[in-house]
């Protein structure tokens, strides 16, 4: 749905965006993170065609970007970090507008849909100009979906919200998704990414860093995966027979609890259950203690760490 | 057919919002008020003098009449591209169907439209002048004002121009300022040194008349007020050569800034 090919801008000399390769596959919500100052916000307006790359290519829906593609621009919806309205319009007559700049077939039932979906339908004759932002905010998610879009560009689409808002409008996007639209998100707010995005890219510096499923990328930042095991009895007895096992770096034992530091080249879940089970105990829970994304974000934009192989996402 | 549309509906929405604001009436007030104030000290001239030497009394009104409506056209453009920029509006425009063609063809419909509609007024104003002062309401000023429209385009396409180039509201209407008044001082200045014999200016002054005279002829061919003036001149010199010729330089005029103020934005783009 997006690939963008080598993808750099430079402003008087300073690269904003690096050879930057993404892939945002269909049906996919794909988070693109990155700290302040990144190259976030130049990329998409890269991708939407609204500033020109210095060098590299960006494909659409399948189509290569060239200046004022209208064709492929009717087939994605965008929501911005900052709204911007015609503030003497009221929410209907602003729709409105769209709807036909779109051609929107059933536009005023569509508009319905809507602004019932957002929870802006009782404020639908009231001017832009007195809506707050978080209100805007979903006036434009409303306007984004107007025409029902093939992608969503959205950047930062819940700054501006409070919580009852924020789950309204991941309900949303969620939903929206499983009609099979494609997703494309950019945030600060990682919990939300997370919650969303099944994919992520994180970009630092305007390269990129990591592009990968989340779990993945968690895996890949870390040499050791904590497990948290409740057994059926006191597991004292294991302490010698699980320092012989090769997945196992290292392990705690406090009464019938049982932490343990595993190896991460795969997922070695299966062989503790069966070493455990031969060993006479019964597996009441287990857990995976998980890097959050936060940490993972912290850790790889921090230090600059590159998550990709060689030849991969940076040029 | 889908850019049409796309232009249609830019058109509608803004023509229809300046169509309510009170500014626009307000131009369309104060030009009808000069141009009353000047009629009624050539009437009164008349009565003192019981003599009328113009053939087209009614032509210098509706000349002053144009300037201000065009004056309020050229801000009015001079401003639209570089408000949406500053507001932010553009960009949204442009996450779509929209492309700079079509906005700016759309914008340049809207305000043509309104000053077709200010012309409108003017003609029941000019009649209804003919009427009270037995003026008369001459064909000649039926096609000084067919003429206007062709040069209010000059004005409209003048101003998307400098709008194109500008990313705020404040530097459109300075820009403005700055041309327009380098291109009245530059006439002044020109129209000054004329006013000396050619034996009483020194040689260096002599060179600077010359190099004036040059710059106040590509002036000519660039402000649109210039347009404005050589437009109504033909009208009066009953020539329908020239005539047509100057609806001509006019529809050129027009077509050539329209064509820059799209390369601009396409090279400049949404951002402020």
């Known amino acids: 749905m997006i690939q963008t090919v080598n993808l750099t801008k430079e402003f008087n000399g300073f690269k904003a965006v690096d050879n930057l390769n993404l892939r945002v596959e269909k049906g996919d919500i794909y988070g693109f993170l990155g700290p302040n100052g990144a190259g976030k916000t130049t990329t998409i307006m890269m991708i939407l065609g609204l500033i020109p790359p210095t060098s590299g290519k960006v494909f659409l829906l399948g189509e290569e970007l060239k200046p004022n593609n209208v064709e492929v621009k009717r087939r994605i919806g965008v929501v911005s970090e900052n709204q911007y309205f015609y503030k003497e319009m009221t929410a209907e007559e602003y729709l409105t507008f769209f709807g036909e700049l779109y051609e929107v077939p059933n536009v005023h039932r569509r508009i319905d849909e809507l602004l019932e979906a957002v929870g802006l339908r009782n404020d639908r004759n009231k001017k832009l100009g007195a809506y707050s932002k978080g209100m805007q905010q979903k006036l434009a998610f409303a306007r984004a979906l107007l025409h029902d879009p093939e992608l969503l560009i959205l950047d930062e689409p819940v700054a501006n919200l409070d919580p009852t808002s924020i789950k309204q409008i991941r309900d949303l996007i969620e939903e929206e998704n499983r009609r099979g639209r494609t997703v494309f998100v950019s945030s600060h707010l990682l919990s939300e990414v997370e919650r969303l995005c099944k994919k992520v890219a994180i970009i630092n510096r305007g390269k990129l860093l990591a592009e990968d499923t989340m779990d993945n990328i968690k895996r890949r930042l870390t040499d050791t995966i904590h497990m948290e095991i409740e057994l059926s009895a006191n597991a004292e007895s294991l302490s010698t027979s699980l320092s012989e096992l090769p997945f196992v770096k290292g392990f705690t034992v406090e009464g019938n609890r049982l932490e343990v530091h595993l190896k991460t080249e795969r997922d070695y879940r299966l062989d503790l259950s069966r070493f455990l089970y031969e060993k006479g105990f019964l597996v009441l829970t287990m857990k995976t203690k998980e890097m959050s994304l936060e940490e993972a974000f912290i850790t790889i934009t921090q230090q600059n760490i590159s998550l990709l192989a060689q030849g991969e996402g940076n040029a | ?272």
Request: hydrophobic share 50%.
């Open chain 2, 1 to 272: 057919m889908r850019t049409f549309r796309v232009m249609k509906t830019l058109f509608k929405r803004d023509f229809l919002y300046s169509l309510y604001s009170l500014g626009y009436y307000v131009a369309i007030f104060a030009s009808f008020f000069v141009s009353s104030f000047i009629l009624k000290n050539f009437l009164d001239s008349i009565g003192e003098e019981d003599i009328l030497v113009s053939a087209y009394p009614l032509n210098y009104p509706l000349y002053i009449t144009l300037v201000i409506i065009s004056l309020y056209l050229v801000i009015l453009s001079g401003i639209s591209i570089s408000r949406e920029r500053e507001q932010g509006t553009l960009e949204v425009l442009f996450y779509g169907p929209v492309t700079p063609g079509s906005f700016l063809w759309g914008k340049y419909l809207k305000d043509l439209c309104l000053g077709m509609v200010a012309l409108g007024f003017t003609a029941v104003y000019f009649y209804l002048v003919s009427l009270f002062t037995n003026l008369g309401f001459t064909l000649g000023l039926v096609k000084a004002l067919i003429m206007s429209v062709f040069l209010l385009s000059c004005v409209v396409s003048f101003g998307l121009f400098i709008s194109s180039l500008t990313g705020r509201i404040r530097s459109s209407v300075l820009a403005l300022v700055a041309i327009l008044g380098a291109f009245l001082a530059i006439q002044l200045g020109y129209n000054a040194l004329l006013g000396f014999e050619k034996e009483s200016l020194s040689v260096p002054m002599l060179y600077v008349r010359q190099a004036m005279s040059y710059v106040f002829r590509g002036i000519s061919w660039i402000s649109p007020f210039a347009y404005l003036s050589r437009g109504l001149d033909s009208v009066v010199l009953e020539n329908p050569f020239l005539y047509v010729v100057n609806i001509g330089y006019a529809v050129v005029y027009s077509l050539v800034f329209m064509f820059l103020s799209v390369y601009v934005m396409n090279k400049k783009g949404v951002k402020a």
